[in-house]
C-alpha cells in the first residue's frame, strides 16, 4: 500500500509588515523590515529584504511581540517576475487563521459577487438565500461574521439576529442595504456595522475588516513541522527525467522527507526516487520523493551541494521504519538568530 503525500497547505494572499532578523551572505547580522506576500502553514513570500541571504539559512520573522523561524528555500533572481522575492519555510509548526462568514443574500448575482470580494481578500464565505437555512448552518459551525442582506419581509430575522446575539456574542453582524431608512431600530441596534450596498467594494472589505480583521492572520508557529534527526548513510538518487543514477550521503531524515548531499545536479520540484538503509536493518527503502530545496556547496565534500526531498509517496510500513528508526537517532537543532 502506497500512502501520497501532498503539499500540506495552500497559500493564502497576506500583506503585513514585518520584522527579519539574521544572517546575511557575509556573515553579518542584520535587522530589517520587510512585508509578508502571501502565506500558509508550511511558510511564507516576503519581499522587501535588501540584505543578501542565501538558500539554507535561517531567519527569525517577528510580527508585533511573536516571532518565528524559518529557512530560506529560494531567492528570487535579479531581472525576473520574483526579484526582491524570498520563499520560506517554517521550521517550526505554522499555521493560519482564516476567518469564516455567513452571508445572507436572496439575490443569486450580488452574492455572487460579494461572494467574490471576500474569497479574493481571504475570507471563507458561506451563503445561503434563506434565513431559516443560513441559521441551521450557523448553529451547525462556527462564524467570525454574518453579513446580512436586508429583505423587504423582516419575518424572523430579528429573531434569528437575537438568538445569534445570545449564543454566540463574539460574532459580529453587518448589515446591507439599499435602503437604511426602512430598517427598524430594533433591527439595526442588533447590529454592530452598517454597508450600503451601493458602496464599492473597497468599502465592503473595509467595514468587514474593522469587525473581524483580515481574511487570513498568521498564527505563528510552536514546534517543528516535523523532527529532523542526523543520519550518515549511503543513498542513490534515480532522476526520471534522464534515468541516471546519483551517489550520494543521506544526511537528516524525518517522517516528512530527507536531506542528501551529492554531487549530482538535482532541479527544484523534480520527482526522484530514493534508495537506502536505514542505519540497523538490511532491507532497502525506496520512496519517491520531491526535490523542495538546494542549500549552498559544501566545500569539504569536493563540491557536493544539499538537498531537501520530501517524499512524494512511501509505503506505509517503510513510513513506521522511519518513525522507529528516528527514534534511535541524534536530533537535530537549529540555529537561533537574534
Request: proline share 5%; net charge negative; charged share 25%.
Amino acid at each position: 500500500m502506497t500512502v501520497l503525500v501532498s503539499r500540506r497547505e495552500p497559500r493564502f494572499p497576506l500583506q503585513v509588515a514585518t520584522l527579519v532578523f539574521g544572517f546575511d551572505r557575509a556573515g553579518r547580522a542584520f535587522m530589517e523590515q520587510a512585508q509578508t506576500l502571501d502565506i500558509s502553514s508550511a511558510g511564507i513570500r516576503l519581499t522587501g529584504v535588501s540584505s543578501e541571504v542565501v538558500p539554507g539559512s535561517i531567519l527569525a520573522v517577528q510580527q508585533g511581540d511573536r516571532r518565528a523561524r524559518f529557512q530560506v528555500l529560494w531567492v528570487g533572481e535579479p531581472g525576473s517576475d520574483l526579484a526582491g522575492h524570498i520563499g520560506l519555510q517554517c521550521v517550526e509548526v505554522g499555521g493560519h487563521t482564516q476567518k469564516r462568514i455567513l452571508y445572507i443574500e436572496a439575490d443569486p448575482a450580488e452574492q455572487a459577487r460579494r461572494r467574490s470580494y471576500l474569497e479574493t481578500a481571504g475570507y471563507e464565505v458561506v451563503c445561503h438565500a434563506d434565513v431559516q437555512k443560513a441559521m441551521q448552518e450557523f448553529q451547525a459551525a462556527a462564524f467570525d461574521l454574518l453579513l446580512i442582506d436586508v429583505p423587504e419581509e423582516l419575518a424572523g430575522l430579528e429573531e434569528a439576529t437575537a438568538f445569534v446575539r445570545k449564543n454566540s456574542p463574539g460574532t459580529r453582524i453587518v448589515w446591507l442595504s439599499r435602503h437604511p431608512g426602512r430598517i427598524p431600530q430594533s433591527l439595526l441596534n442588533l447590529g454592530d456595522s452598517f454597508v450600503q450596498k451601493s458602496d464599492s467594494r473597497h468599502e465592503l472589505l473595509t467595514a468587514v475588516e474593522e469587525m473581524v480583521g483580515p481574511g487570513n492572520q498568521i498564527r505563528w508557529p510552536l514546534a517543528r513541522l516535523a523532527a529532523r534527526y542526523s543520519v550518515d548513510t549511503p543513498v542513490t538518487v534515480t532522476v526520471g527525467r534522464e534515468s541516471r543514477e546519483f551517489e550520494g550521503r543521506l544526511t537528516d531524515i524525518s517522517e516528512l522527507g530527507v536531506g542528501v548531499e551529492l554531487a549530482g545536479e538535482l532541479m527544484l520540484g523534480e520527482l526522484v526516487s530514493l534508495r537506502f538503509r536505514l542505519p540497523g536493518t538490511d532491507h532497502e527503502l525506496t520512496p519517491r520523493a520531491t526535490v523542495r530545496r538546494r542549500t549552498t556547496t559544501s566545500p569539504a565534500s569536493g563540491g557536493s551541494a544539499r538537498y531537501g526531498l520530501e517524499f512524494a509517496s512511501i509505503e506505509r510500513e517503510r513510513l513506521e521504519e522511519i518513525r522507529l528508526a528516528c527514534q534511535t537517532l541524534p536530533r537535530l537543532t537549529f540555529p537561533q538568530p537574534v
